[in-house]
T-cell receptor
Framework: EAQVTQNPRYLITVTGKKLTVTCSQN?????MSWYRQDPGLGLRQIYY???????DKGDVPEGYKVSRKEKRNFPLILESPSPNQTSLYFC?????????????FGPGTRLTVL | LAKTTQPISMDSYEGQEVNITCSHN???????ITWYQQFPSQGPRFIIQ???TKVTNEVASLFIPADRKSSTLSLPRVSLSDTAVYYC???????????FGKGTTLSVSS
């Protein structure tokens, strides 16, 4: 089954404790991205990757890191999480970069930073 | 990327037709219009995409006037399960990040 998986689905952590949210897709997609969703602010892009070893900042990259060592995986790293990073996070992938290709979204990761 | 404006929220009743309009005055010649739907606690999913005139699929219709400065997503005979956030995206087919914005929250009541 074609899908985007994220782990963990739920995470409660404390300020400053490094964490990684994994994202994996099994569709051989080139383009992957991370979004965060907050009430009243909509869906905002954090980082995106057009292919292996190619990443770029989205609208709200501060406090996050990403890497794309393999085509299928695109982990989101919070080196020193802070409470303002409490949010619902979505990973997405598409065949290529642009509107022509449907974006497939993961189930979401709800992160709480205390 | 063309800036889009859509209503923050809309209310409807089951069985009614719902039309959500998106304004995109500075749409470029090579821009397309795409709509996504997002249910609570789920990621958005693609609904429909078009360039001009009318596009219809099993879920919705998309109406785009000749000047392309706006578009209307039409949902026929909505049900409670159509309660969701609807996003209008405008941009070229290649080489752009997707900007979702805040979308339109549609609430359907019985």
């Amino acid at each position: 089954e074609a899908q985007v998986t994220q782990n963990p689905r739920y995470l409660i952590t404390v300020t400053g404790k490094k964490l990684t949210v994994t994202c994996s897709q099994n569709m051989n997609h080139e383009y992957m991205s991370w979004y965060r969703q907050d009430p009243g602010l909509g869906l905002r892009q954090i980082y995106y990757s057009m292919n292996v070893e190619v990443t770029d900042k989205g609208d709200v990259p501060e406090g996050y890191k990403v890497s794309r060592k393999e085509k299928r995986n695109f982990p989101l790293i919070l080196e020193s999480p802070s409470p303002n990073q409490t949010s619902l996070y979505f990973c997405a992938s598409s065949l290529m970069w642009g509107l022509t290709d449907t974006q497939y979204f993961g189930p979401g990761t709800r992160l709480t930073v205390l | 990327l063309a800036k889009t404006t859509q209503p923050i929220s809309m209310d409807s009743y089951e069985g009614q037709e719902v039309n959500i309009t998106c304004s995109h005055n500075n749409i470029a010649t090579n821009d397309y219009i795409t709509w996504y739907q997002q249910f609570p606690s789920q990621g958005p999913r693609f609904i429909i995409q078009g360039y001009k005139t009318k596009v219809t699929n099993e879920v919705a219709s998309l109406f785009i006037p000749a000047d392309r400065k706006s578009s209307t997503l039409s949902l026929p005979r909505v049900s409670l399960s159509d309660t969701a956030v609807y996003y209008c995206l405008v941009g070229p087919l290649r080489g752009t990040a997707l900007i979702f914005g805040k979308g339109t929250t549609l609430s359907v009541s019985s």
